[in-house]
């Protein structure tokens, strides 16, 4: 893969097939959770889950079958997970570009616990974390 975009299309992409053929889900039918403010990258696709005006405006039509919910609101997670069609939760770990937006203690653990009784995907969307917003991998490579 070539960019975060390609990472987070392709994991929708093998969460709806897992969903088709794993989890029972009728074909087409298959959604999937995301957060407000999020930032997954700019294909029609991850703009189609945005809450972003300025990623959608004037690219529509959008691609359907996702669910928003507010960033780290457990009690919205569990609601949306009511559905049977839900076949994963993607979510930013920390979110960067649509603003700095820092988990709950424990937010991330409670929500792939709820994922997990529900038989749905938790998607970890990670790169912010991965290019060192949160300090610890300075802290790595500084103990070298």
Not at 23 to 45: L, M, P, V, W
Request: charged share 25%; proline share 5%.
């Amino acid at each position: 893969m070539n960019s975060g975009a390609e990472a987070d299309e392709t994991a929708l992409k093998l969460c709806r097939k897992w969903a088709y053929k794993v989890k029972g889900i009728a074909e087409d039918q298959a959604k999937i959770i995301c957060c407000e403010n999020n930032f997954h990258g700019r294909t029609i696709t991850i703009i189609s889950m945005s809450t972003d005006p300025d990623a959608r405006k004037d690219f529509g039509p959008f691609t359907p079958g996702f669910i928003t919910i507010p960033y780290n609101d457990i009690p919205a997670l569990a609601k949306a997970l009511e559905d049977p069609n839900v076949a994963g939760f993607l979510v930013e770990t920390y979110t960067g570009e649509a603003g700095v937006y820092v988990p709950d203690e424990g937010y991330l653990t409670k929500a792939a616990a709820l994922c997990k009784s529900k038989n749905v995907l938790f998607i970890a969307d990670e790169v912010q974390t991965g290019i060192a917003r949160t300090v610890r991998c300075f802290v790595a490579i500084m103990k070298v």
